[in-house]
């Protein structure tokens, strides 16, 4: 039987595919970058120009580019994603040391969620450093903002990569200490639902599932009152205005309950 590591190399062709070739794009693409106003953005000394290139490439760029080896920020995006998952919850674990499980992760999620995301590229204009196509520079605001958070996590493999993990570190703890002075944590929030089920998934346990178990008042003021179960199990009721809201207000329940049930099936 073939290995994983075979498989994975018929797959993907093998690892290490072009990164070494990337040091050969900085002659051409780094006028279109301003270096040094990204370091004083970032507040970081940057090594290697190219990587950090890659990580402001948007996937519009390439379709007008004659540059064969040159790749969008995509795979840079996936590793910086992972970056800061574990320097959130590496933060969180150490400044709430009286927090319970399903807080720590209900706040983790809030800090890296695409909202997060936007509001940490927002904050440091990642917009201006971007390089994509005009049809995507025009864009409406909603794919605007995409487009920068997902370079922001860019920078952030890109930045790892470079250094290591103490820089990123640093960068991504005064990011996030930033959001917290600024009471963003304090803005109404609807991702309980993703928390519930970042939860459950790292656990082992089934996808939740949300039950409308009634509905009551005249149809221009109803109220819904929602179950989630995870597998056969109730773990939260909730009552809201509409379905969605009473969804999320059934998976804070379940945020509060599951730690211990947790636990207890260990």
Do not use: C
């Amino acid at each position: 039987m073939r290995s994983f590591r075979h498989w994975l190399a018929s797959r993907f062709g093998g690892m290490h595919r072009s990164f070494q070739q990337l040091p050969h794009l900085s002659a051409v693409l780094t006028e279109k970058i301003d270096f040094r106003q990204l370091e004083q953005t970032l507040g970081y000394r940057i090594k290697n120009q190219a990587l950090f290139i890659q990580a402001v490439v948007h996937r519009s760029y390439l379709q007008n580019s004659n540059l064969s080896n040159l790749e969008s920020n995509e795979r840079l995006e996936f590793l910086g994603d992972a970056v800061l998952n574990l320097v959130v919850a590496q933060f969180l674990y150490s400044a709430y040391p009286g927090a319970e499980e399903g807080a720590l992760t209900v706040i983790r999620s809030r800090l890296v969620n695409r909202k997060a995301l936007i509001y940490y590229a927002r904050a440091l204009n990642i917009r201006d450093f971007l390089l994509l196509s005009m049809s995507a520079a025009q864009g409406a605001e909603k794919g605007a903002d995409t487009i920068v958070a997902d370079a922001f996590e860019a920078l952030l493999g890109a930045m790892y990569l470079d250094s290591g993990i103490q820089p990123v570190q640093k960068f991504i703890v005064h990011q996030v200490e930033h959001a917290l002075r600024s009471g963003f944590l304090d803005a109404p929030d609807d991702n309980y639902k993703s928390a519930l089920l970042e939860f459950a998934q790292a656990h082992g346990m089934p996808v939740p599932r949300y039950s409308v178990i009634k509905e009551e008042g005249p149809d221009h003021d109803r109220t819904f009152t929602v179950e989630v179960f995870i597998g056969k199990e109730s773990f939260g009721i909730g009552i809201g205005k509409n379905k969605k809201e009473a969804e999320q207000s059934a998976a804070e329940k379940a945020m509060k309950h599951l730690p211990r049930e947790a636990h207890e099936r260990n």
